[in-house]
């Protein structure tokens, strides 16, 4: 165990440590989360869970204090670069099936409670829906256009004059061809 040191806990989360208690000692636990790839082989949990250009990940690990790690086969997206890094030291998990660890560094009082609510998020996530039921993919779909800046509000429509195959979106005419 170490001592809280210059980790400070987040204001966000009411902690507040007081000298002389137990809440000095951090400790450091990991859980793992089977991701169930056996019973849907063909859904993509792995972008479900990563987000556009991983920020739903982030999002759990900055409202849990957790890091989160994808593990096990198919947790590397090229599957070239996984056959080839697939027994090397530090890839041991390759063998493994896909899943998830679930860490975390935190004083003792809370600990648990990060790592289950942690738990919760991801299992969640892991469960398969209706791609027109799923608002989660649907945010998820709608934060990527808005990253990609081809957002398009569901109330706004192009005008009529803008539907013309002779004019783009800047007003400018198309080059003339030969024909």
């Known amino acids: 165990m170490q001592r809280l040191g210059l980790l400070q806990p987040s204001s966000a989360h009411g902690w507040m440590g007081s000298q002389g208690s137990s809440s000095n000692f951090i400790i450091k636990k990991t859980i793992r989360v089977d991701i169930p790839v056996d019973k849907y082989p063909t859904y993509n949990f792995v972008g479900r869970l990563l987000g556009p250009r991983g920020n739903s990940l982030k999002r759990?690990?900055?409202n849990t204090e957790c890091r989160v790690l994808i593990r096990g086969r198919g947790s590397i997206k090229d599957p070239t670069r996984e056959e080839?890094?697939?027994?090397?030291?530090?890839?041991?998990?390759l063998n493994e099936p896909l899943h998830i660890l679930v860490e975390a560094e935190l004083p003792i009082e809370i600990i648990d409670a990060r790592l289950m609510q942690a738990r919760e998020i991801l299992e969640d996530l892991l469960k398969p829906m209706d791609e027109s039921q799923d608002f989660f993919k649907k945010q998820q779909l709608r934060e990527l256009a808005l990253l990609n800046g081809t957002l398009r509000e569901e109330g706004s429509h192009m005008s009529p004059g803008s539907v013309s195959p002779?004019?783009?979106?800047?007003?400018?005419k198309r080059a003339k061809t030969r024909g």
């Open 84 to 93: 080839m890094m697939r027994g090397k030291p530090g890839y041991e998990h």
């Open 60 to 62: 759990v690990e900055a």
């Open 166 to 172: 002779f004019h783009n979106s800047l007003g400018m």
